[in-house]
């Protein structure tokens, strides 16, 4: 794969200035999203942790009325992340193993919808926007909710942004004061 087409694959759509909480449902449908996909591990809540906080799980109980969700892991603790998603009343599906594609096709098929209408939201690149852009959908890079900022997982985040940068993915946006700007 050319070195162009891979930084493209690393691209956002969208680079959230902050958490998930801070992804204005206007945002969605702005972009006519009529589904979504959530990461769970540091997108919704720290890798160890089995309770969503008040402000996250606020903001699901509202985001899942106005759109279909769906909860896809990594994490193969079927009954953590079956308790994290009984919270929130969402199906979800573990063991995806992104940036494979197999298990948000499931889910994007259980939905009923294109993949142009669903969004992939996470903190990861080589996971979760990876995954979301090999299937045409619309990517957003959150900012990792952790417990540490100096917990083990800062050290991959940031190695990620540096191979997409070197590859010719910029990934940053250049306007800080914006909640949120589309990355073109």
Request: a neutral charge; hydrophobic letters at 45%; aromatic letters at 6%.
């Amino acid at each position: 794969m050319a070195k162009g087409a891979l930084a493209k694959l690393l691209q956002p759509n969208l680079v959230l200035q902050g958490t998930i909480e801070h992804l204005h449902p206007a945002v969605l449908h702005e972009q006519q999203l009529r589904g979504m996909i959530l990461d769970v591990d540091d997108t919704l809540l720290p890798t160890w942790n089995t309770d969503l906080s008040p402000a996250v799980r606020a903001w699901l109980l509202d985001i899942k009325v106005q759109m279909q969700v769906w909860l896809v892991s990594n994490n193969l603790n079927h009954r953590r992340i079956e308790r994290i998603a009984q919270q929130v009343d969402l199906p979800f599906l573990m063991g995806a193993g992104k940036p494979s594609r197999r298990k948000i096709c499931q889910a994007v098929h259980a939905m009923n919808l294109p993949f142009a209408e669903v969004a992939m939201v996470g903190d990861r690149l080589f996971t979760d926007i990876l995954a979301g852009n090999r299937l045409g959908m619309f990517t957003i890079l959150v900012n990792p909710i952790l417990v540490n900022r100096l917990d083990g997982k800062s050290w991959v985040r940031n190695l990620e942004f540096w191979l997409a940068h070197q590859l010719g993915a910029p990934i940053l946006t250049d306007d800080p004061r914006q909640p949120h700007s589309e990355v073109p």
